[in-house]
């Protein structure tokens, strides 16, 4: 398998959702999506409905709280949320972990309601290397969801730190919407979809946040070829690009999407090459202890805008 497009924040009639468990994988199987992740409100009531014949899925919680939401995927034992707060964030993500469990950060910088107080994070994670990933984009895609600048920028300086954590994409599907437009989280799954290997396809960082295109690269270096997630030796390197524009054309509702240039970013945000989405191949010199991520850019209604982002490859 090569980048399959996954919607990992799902809810149901069992929290706040309107769907039941199976209209929501119907949904998902209508939509041609590869696998979901059911992340009910502080439940995992639906699990137990779950058919991977409908929808591959993996097993998850959506930790509902004042100081902040999680995802919990594939925790194989209960982990208490009731208890949670700023300050023994770690020893309960440490619990998560030993219940074979990944944790991701949902929507970071959400102003919250009435039902999801508390969508901010406001944890004080010390050991940000037992969390797996962060929503970075959430939602619908428009130009005054100023929340999902402010969680690229948030992610962009945990990777700064030297921490190694992987890029997400929620829709946050709790309903049929009217209009909007909406993405997916590419998972490159090694094997069979499904839970299993999704879950260690987020654990290794092999993940795509996109509006719509698939988007992802490899790295050439001396007879090696590396994937997204993975660490490689500084020094010179080719870039191999693969898009596919046309992937999920028809979940960008009415807007006119043009999708124009690649970057390379590295720490700091720096954009070490810019070149036409046409070009395939791409020379970099890579510098020691430094991440590169690529990020698709291109227009929306005229509007100069990201399209999608990969999670880094790291160098030593």
Aim: with cysteine; charged share 25%; glycine share 8%.
């Amino acid at each position: 398998m090569s980048y399959l497009p996954c919607e990992l924040h799902c809810h149901t009639v069992n929290s706040d959702g309107s769907f039941t468990t199976k209209e929501l994988l119907q949904r998902a199987a209508d939509d041609h999506l590869a696998l979901i992740a059911l992340t009910d409100h502080n439940t995992v009531s639906g699990c137990a409905e779950l058919d991977d014949s409908i929808t591959p899925a993996i097993r998850g919680i959506e930790w509902t709280t004042y100081f902040g939401h999680m995802l919990v995927l594939g925790a194989k034992s209960f982990v208490d949320w009731r208890d949670a707060n700023p300050d023994n964030i770690d020893d309960k993500i440490n619990q998560i972990k030993e219940a074979g469990g990944i944790v991701g950060v949902a929507h970071p910088f959400q102003l919250g309601s009435p039902m999801c107080t508390g969508g901010r994070w406001e944890f004080n994670v010390r050991n940000w290397r037992n969390v797996d990933y962060i929503e970075v984009w959430h939602n619908a895609f428009s130009f005054d969801n100023y929340e999902n600048d402010r969680a690229l920028a948030f992610w962009t300086e945990l990777l700064d730190k030297g921490y190694h954590i992987a890029c997400t994409y929620g829709r946050d599907w709790h309903r049929d919407e009217a209009r909007g437009h909406y993405g997916c989280t590419y998972l490159d799954i090694d094997g069979e979809i499904n839970e299993q290997n999704a879950i260690r396809a987020i654990r290794m960082g092999k993940t795509v946040a996109s509006t719509g295109a698939k988007f992802f690269f490899r790295v050439h270096q001396k007879g090696n070829t590396y994937s997204i997630g993975e660490t490689m030796k500084k020094g010179n390197a080719v870039f191999s690009f693969f898009i596919d524009l046309h992937s999920r054309e028809k979940n960008s509702g009415n807007e006119e999407v043009e999708h124009n240039i690649i970057k390379l970013i590295t720490n700091g945000g720096e954009c070490v090459m810019q070149t036409a989405v046409s070009e395939r191949h791409v020379h970099i010199n890579l510098k020691p202890n430094h991440w590169y991520r690529a990020e698709l850019w291109g227009k929306v209604n005229g509007v100069k805008k990201i399209l999608a982002v990969t999670s880094p490859i790291y160098t030593v």
